[in-house]
């Protein structure tokens, strides 16, 4: 297979725990042979989110989707992941422009990192993707940073002088997601899906054009970048309108108030709890900030059908009777300091929940937020309210198509090669094994992994290049973007484990001795105050140490004297207490 | 509804990251009235895992289960979760006898934690259960501070003088498997299920004895306690006889080697696994400490069914073609230490993978571990391995009985009140729910909290008392059980998020001025060496901090002075990096 022509058949990876980070090929050819089209996935493909595909012509590199990713547990403190743009930065003059597919942070949210490094880039977008795009660069304040072109499903674009896109409308649960389909002057001609699912029966009332899909089919695709997302998973997925009627039936039996927690993105959702509460006729109340925003956006571009009124404050909610309020909240995932969590708390400042509330929960459960999710819900059952989660009922279904999803684009589009994108390896492993499950031969079908480069010539042949471009994982941490990394991580590993635990001496310049009794300092090792004995020993032992050294050997070789200290306090440590803090020794003169 | 009754109609809860300690009521009783049977969940009703309920009845405590949990993401370096035995250590010389259901961790695993406590316990259990405590007390050097006493399910058993005990058989995924029938003076019968489930071809060939269930059921049950870890799943458990077939067929399909992982102690798969070995002419060589234990301890008491010479070394794997060999593994969770792990990172000394390997993962991955275990099946697949997991084919099955088994266990024990057990709140809710749908009134159904405490009187009346006993986590790590509490937790976690600052100021002892520069020691706080100016900042802010100040104002305050530094710098840090390290001043005298 295409894929494992590595050296000694060895995959590239580190130890979980250090991260998967890349080794940076120092070969990374100057340009493309002016002929040959060039993929280059900088993310997506090992992981679901950070989604960012180059695709590269001539002197000239078209960029599709600039998304984050949320850190895994491993990456303690991180905020988010993004790409890593060391190929771009180094080829700045070529890029012209981005293209997303839809509004998710999983394929927006990078851009405000990466911006920056970028002068006056040219983003292109549906209207209501770029409206969410708008929305996040005001908060960072970089508005004046970008150029935003606006086009429709319909619309045909020339990017830069070689990129030529059309469209095609895709279901996923938010609106105005898009396929791009890109023409190369050689006469390759590229379909990437974005996310996506069939819907013949979607919330927006506008399902996904068969017979446009079909008649770009018919036109030769050499290459199909599709969504792998649930590709693990048979069958089709749920329509958005059996989940409304599962909706609706909840708010049927329901007489008292209604929590409906869901994403603040997934609009489809949104407009079936303000429809359902509508026709039940309930008002809809808004908490959590990232909701409110949302709904502002799509109400203001005509995404969602509310009638006047539909939508009132927290506090007019309060003046009405339980049966005519629903309150739209995020927290659906269990997040600290989302509406809902704090509800399950009793720590909502408005909302107190009692046994005659109704909690929706309108969510799966992300891989990794499960016992946050369920702490949260044990915590509403406790105050006696009626949850009604995933497993009890189909209230939510995922934007992502199902095997029989993913089989249909495969037929409709019907490319020369196949390249599953967005998730992670074992999903896209999953959608290989589709596509050669519907007779694709198995060197048509390319499974790459991430910084690896497809190019394909003029005679529309692939070949995964031997070379790669970084494409490691870059951390946002607060203000910082890219300086944590595996070093400061693994500290952290550590001192989550078993805590930390400072060694101070105190030592006299010119003679070399302690001037001052050793001080210990220590946090997360153990309760100190009940621990008189451990610390005298530690004490104690680093005196020892230092008693049979004279100034010459302390002066001369502080790093070896340091050394000394930390692997005897280690020692020591583990043996009393089977932990093995940080340990660290500080040596100052006085 | 019962369990309600408390002021406010609050839950008892914490945050999150704070953990889940309860507050220990003052007035616990000292005894129970004679004839009333108290029930006291100490574990296992918020929580999947530390299983452990006590009987109490006249002067005399009999415990059921003693299991240790799995530590929650936010309890960061604990290595096991053990029950709160504050009651029972100031009730010692009433306890009569430790009884066992059967021999999994989540109910055997606290036993050497806590039997330091008590003189020579008695331990009750069937031939594998004690097998396996027997095993797990040697590791602890503790086999000469306990009775064991082997009961067979048919047994009748007397412990103390007012327990009188029946069994019967259950099904579960490790075999001997017990319900437990207590019988009290007063009259009161209660059967507490254990781990369960239905299975009519369970690969034991022992499937559980409905009509010994039903004739108790016929004697008029006053309280049922059973498992409702799969309450949430409709439907029956499926067979491990349809996971067998499935195992088969992949067997059949295999001409390279398969490398088979699952729990070392889901002894009905390795059954499984060795069986279909045996069919398909392989041998079987086993990877993995807990596993070669595991399959010891099986076939040395004969639950285990290997023709001679089936299991063999990994050494004499080598000298075998691939299409002989099965390595039965651990690892199926993705654990970093484990065997399978070990190979996914081509680190295991004695087993390569490569592309003509197959990978069967028998598990589901446990809530949590999901990221663990499908970044080593991607390094798998990486290799170029054929992996199988669960959401490609049916080839594991849960030990626990989904909703029409439970129903069945209603039906068939038809007690008066029923109390959902083992499993997370949101668990037992659902499998109340399920009760009252077969029409149990909502009084007889009792939804307990740990540490609740249940009452029957001889009139067989049921209620929940508002007194409650201590039932919080304690937290076992490294060598130390329940030294580790809320206060080192929190470190830790505050650390693993944004690291540690320590600033360090050596002090003339007489004037009360700096002696040397401030010293500052950081880790997983930012990559120091490129952070010289935000040092720098830092030491400049604790000059300017100390030299407005004269001796009596430093020696006199050491603790306002603290406060002051880790405020000025923790505020300063902030502004520059959005994170909020553990700030840690230490003043030294010279």
């Not at 009124?309 to 009405?320: D, G």
């Not at 909690?359 to 044990?378: K, L, Q």
């Not at 499950?437 to 910084?451: D, F, I, Q």
């Not at 207490?577 to 020794?585: G, S």
């Amino acid at each position: 297979m295409l894929t494992f022509k590595r050296k000694n058949n060895k995959p590239q990876f580190t130890k979980r725990s250090l991260l998967n980070t890349k080794i940076i090929s120092p070969s990374i050819r100057a340009a493309a042979k002016n002929d040959n089209l060039r993929i280059i996935p900088l993310g997506g493909l090992e992981e679901v989110g950070k989604n960012m595909t180059l695709y590269e012509y001539g002197n000239e590199i078209m960029i599709v989707d600039m998304g984050l990713m949320f850190p895994t547990e491993s990456m303690l403190g991180i905020d988010y992941v993004i790409p890593d743009i060391t190929y771009l930065k180094k080829h700045k003059q070529k890029i012209k422009g981005l293209v997303l597919t839809h509004g998710h942070l999983d394929h927006i949210g990078a851009i405000p990192y990466i911006l920056p490094k970028f002068d006056k880039l040219k983003i292109y977008g549906t209207a209501l993707t770029l409206a969410f795009v708008k929305d996040r660069l005001e908060e960072f304040g970089m508005l004046d940073k970008v150029n935003l072109i606006t086009f429709s499903a319909e619309d045909k674009l020339k990017i830069g002088s070689n990129f030529n896109l059309e469209f095609f409308r895709v279901n996923h649960n938010i609106p105005d997601g898009v396929a791009v389909v890109t023409a190369v002057p050689s006469g390759v001609l590229v379909v990437q899906t974005g996310d996506f699912k069939f819907d013949h029966t979607p919330v927006d009332g506008r399902p996904a054009d068969m017979g446009r899909i079909a008649s770009i089919g018919s036109r030769g695709v050499s290459l199909l970048l599709s969504d792998s997302t649930n590709a693990e998973k048979p069958g089709h997925a749920i329509s958005e309108s059996q989940i409304g009627r599962n909706i609706d039936k909840i708010f049927d039996e329901t007489k008292g108030r209604i929590i409906f927690a869901t994403f603040s993105t997934l609009i489809s959702r949104i407009q079936q709890a303000i429809t359902a509460s509508t026709i039940h006729g309930r008002k809809v109340a808004i908490s959590g900030l990232s909701m409110e925003k949302a709904v502002r956006i799509v109400i203001d571009l005509g995404y969602l059908k509310t009638p006047r009124n539909a939508v009132i404050s927290l506090k007019q909610a309060r003046n009405l009777p339980d049966n005519k309020v629903t309150i739209l909240t995020t927290g659906s995932q269990g997040e600290e300091a989302s509406s809902l969590y704090r509800m399950s708390l009793g720590e909502h400042r408005e909302v107190k929940i009692t046994k005659n509330d109704t909690v929706v929960i309108s969510a799966t459960p992300i891989p990794g937020n499960e016992r946050a999710v369920y702490y949260m819900m044990d915590n509403l059952f406790k105050f006696g309210a009626n949850v009604y989660y995933d497993k009890l009922l189909d209230i939510h279904t995922s934007g992502h198509g199902r095997q029989e999803d993913l089989k249909l684009m495969l037929s409709l589009v019907k490319p020369k090669y196949f390249m599953p994108v967005h998730g992670e390896y074992h999903m896209l492993a999953a959608h290989a094994r589709i596509a050669r499950s519907m007779n694709w031969p198995e060197k048509n079908v390319l499974l790459l992994t991430n910084g690896r480069i497809l190019e394909i010539n003029k005679k529309l042949e692939a070949r995964i290049l031997r070379e790669t471009v970084p494409s490691g994982y870059v951390m946002v941490d607060g203000l910082g973007v890219g300086d944590v990394g595996n070093v400061v991580l693994r500290d952290r590993q550590v001192m989550a484990k078993d805590g930390m635990f400072v060694v101070i001496m105190v030592i006299d310049k010119r003679t070399g001795v302690l001037v001052a009794e050793p001080s210990i300092v220590s946090r997360g090792f153990i309760y100190v105050k009940e621990s008189d004995e451990l610390m005298g020993g530690a004490k104690k032992l680093v005196k020892r140490l230092m008693e049979g050294k004279n100034k010459s050997q302390i002066s001369a070789n502080w790093p070896i004297l340091k050394k000394q200290i930390r692997d005897a306090i280690g020692a020591y440590l583990f043996q009393k207490t089977e932990r093995r803090p940080v340990v660290l020794p500080v040596i100052m003169e006085a």
